[in-house]
């Protein structure tokens, strides 16, 4: 079953502008994490944010923040003051706490391209 | 501290030929996961490991490829035979076992396989 859908296959975004990227994800349980990561052309997979899903505030790491809408069950990423290093493969993932594993499910990403 | 370490960083092989596919987790992570990345089905677990025990195999596509985690610094995964649809970017991930953690998985630098 799919668990992360990610809608938007690819994002344009003017410099210095922010970026909203979209997550929504499917699970039964209460106790559960989200995740953002970033995949430039080189390849690696960067961890940029967590949310837990009993986390009330919404999660920032620098630039980055989550839109945690747990009734929509949705984790949208949002990028401030894109810069052109931003360009990359963005993956929303979830990992369930409740089921004891630990593995996580991955969208299937978007593509950002910050343009100068 | 050191990362994640995968190798080789790039193999091309022949069809038939067998692939093996090395990866150093994190010192002291008691967790290892083995993600195949396509272009066609995105990220997809193939393995993971808790203690050096095959946890879920479940994604593991056929018989032809098996992984193992003989210790916990060190684990291979292996194709036999190989064939052209096994091209792919394969992601080595660790993550620590302490109870309650609900961090980031960490991922390598990724091997990627072109077989012809």
């Given amino acids: ?28 349980d209460q106790s559960y994490g989200l ?19 009993y986390d009330e505030q919404n999660a920032t790491e620098g630039r980055y923040s989550l839109n945690f809408q747990k009734a929509r069950k949705s984790a949208n990423l949002v990028i401030s ?17 409740q089921t004891g594993a630990n593995n996580l499910f991955f969208g299937t990403g978007t593509r950002l391209t910050v343009i100068p | 501290d050191a990362g994640v370490i995968q190798s080789p960083r790039h193999e091309v092989t022949e069809m038939g030929q067998e692939v093996t596919l090395r990866c150093k987790p994190i010192s002291g992570h008691d967790y290892l996961f083995w993600y195949r990345q396509t272009m066609m089905r995105g990220l997809e677990l193939l393995i993971y490991f808790n203690n050096n025990v095959p946890i879920d195999d479940s994604g593991m596509p056929e018989d032809r490829f098996s992984a193992k985690m003989p210790n916990a610094s060190f684990s291979t995964l292996k194709i036999q035979p190989s064939e052209p649809r096994d091209s792919a970017v394969y992601f080595c991930a660790s993550l620590p076992g302490t109870s309650g953690y609900t961090g980031e998985l960490f991922f390598g630098e990724g091997s990627r396989l072109t077989v012809l």
């Avoid at chain 1, 690819?10 to 997550?23: H, I, P, R, S, W």
């Avoid at chain 1, 970033?38 to 390849?43: E, F, H, I, R, T």
């Avoid at chain 1, 810069?83 to 706490?97: I, K, N, P, T, W």
């Fill in chain 1, 1 to 28: 079953a799919q668990k992360i859908t990610q809608t938007q296959p690819g994002m344009f975004v003017q410099e210095k502008e922010a970026v909203t990227l979209d997550c929504t994800y499917d699970t039964s």
């Fill in chain 1, 81 to 97: 003051a894109s810069q052109l290093g931003d360009s990359a493969m963005y993956f929303c993932a979830m990992r369930d706490f």
């Fill in chain 1, 35 to 53: 995740f953002w990561y970033k995949q430039p052309s080189s390849g690696e997979m960067i961890f940029l944010i967590y949310q837990g899903s």
